[in-house]
């Protein structure tokens, strides 16, 4: 067990809502879990639907619940807002913790001034677009198809978030690319600081995969726009023109709205029967990457991509976009084309399921690259940084 120097009293914000679990929501909760196990006593602001994940993933925690808003629309995350605000425990804490969504940092912010704690956000999905209003206003409309008024409210919350994130005490990123975007935004470079992500490689190694590869390709994640979920399924009619049986699986899901918009282009591009959708995983997922040649995430943004780190930890080579968060992270196991280069996309999948010594090669450094991160690791370094930042010294 990791030896603290004080054992601390958290209080953070979960606001956890539908089937699937994204790759921050698992990072907060192994982060968590640590911590927990050290003997730091977390309080944790969250949704009935997020308490029970986290008594699943066996979490010792002091809860505070609400209840998400009964019919789920692009308003109901506001509103839980407010319902989050509402049960923060007013009792003094070491430090605030929020992982860094919109709907976490406004509640957290809150939670700073009325408990008089110090406030520590993590920076895990960051866009350049975030840093205007007008840049965020059509990023948000170009990649979600809002209305002019949900572009307008969306786009108010990020900024809304960056104002709180200023006044924050602490803030953490995942990549040295986030630690200079937050300083072009105005945030004072010397409370930014950065972490690192892990994954459970012991645990995913235990996993085994049926004999035979069942899929050509893999893709994990959110079903949404900005996710290249559209872009991939263009690039995947072009593989499937050279190789007809080609099978790619998709793990994950998103809303209705996005989902049938995929489903309606998979089918006006015949690949009903090359694209099999299994809805969003637990730890079977890994069984279902274990048995696919090569794992596929054409995102517009990400920050530290723990879906790539799981896929590499399983084996996989990678071909993603090329994002400036990648760089420092991922230096073998992947290879990059240009972001919206559908062709250059398919290209880069074709070569990799026909070249068998590139695919071996690429799964060895894959392997290789998933073993420098651990999540004990992970929580230690934060830990550390905030103990320090903040001068948490013993009683």
Request: contains cysteine; proline residues 3%; glycine residues 6%.
């Amino acid at each position: 067990m990791y030896a603290l120097t004080k054992c601390c009293k958290i209080v953070t914000f979960f606001p956890h809502h539908g089937a699937s679990v994204s790759g921050g929501e698992r990072s907060f909760f192994e982060i968590l879990k640590r911590w927990a196990d050290w003997g730091n006593q977390i309080h944790i602001v969250t949704t009935r639907e997020g308490y029970y994940l986290l008594k699943e993933q066996g979490l010792k925690f002091f809860p505070y619940l609400y209840d998400f808003p009964g019919k789920t629309s692009r308003f109901s995350w506001y509103v839980a807002i407010v319902k989050a605000i509402r049960k923060i425990p007013k009792i003094g804490f070491d430090f605030v913790y929020c992982n860094e969504p919109f709907t976490s940092v406004i509640p957290a912010f809150i939670g700073k001034h009325r408990t008089e704690s110090p406030l520590v956000i993590v920076f895990k999905a960051l866009e350049p677009c975030e840093a205007s209003l007008c840049s965020c206003f059509t990023s948000h409309r170009a990649f979600e198809r809002h209305t002019i008024l949900g572009s307008a409210i969306e786009s108010a919350f990020v900024l809304l978030r960056n104002t709180l994130a200023k006044r924050a005490d602490l803030l953490l990123v995942v990549s040295d690319y986030y630690k200079d975007l937050l300083a072009r935004m105005g945030m004072e470079p010397k409370r930014i600081h950065r972490i690192r992500h892990g994954v459970n490689f012991a645990r995913i190694s235990s996993i085994e995969a049926s004999k035979g590869k069942a899929f050509d390709a893999c893709f994990m994640g959110g079903f949404m726009p900005k996710k290249g979920i559209f872009d991939l399924a263009k690039a995947w009619k072009k593989v499937v023109d050279s190789k007809p049986d080609a099978k790619l699986v998709m793990i994950g899901t998103g809303s209705k709205e996005t989902v049938d918009r995929f489903d309606t282009l998979v089918n006006e591009l015949g690949l009903t029967k090359n694209v099999i959708e299994t809805g969003w995983l637990g730890d079977e997922k890994y069984s279902v990457m274990k048995r696919s040649r090569v794992f596929v995430f054409p995102s517009y943004a990400e920050g530290f991509a723990l879906a790539v780190c799981e896929a590499m930890a399983c084996g996989l080579p990678v071909v993603a976009y090329e994002l400036e968060a990648y760089k420092g992270t991922y230096k073998k196991g992947m290879i990059q084309v240009q972001i919206g280069d559908v062709q250059a996309l398919a290209n880069a999948i074709t070569n990799v399921l026909d070249d068998e010594n590139l695919r071996r090669d690429l799964s060895k450094d894959a392997l290789a690259q998933a073993r420098e991160y651990d999540w004990t690791n992970s929580a230690r370094i934060q830990f550390d940084i905030i103990s320090k930042f903040l001068q948490l010294e013993s009683s």
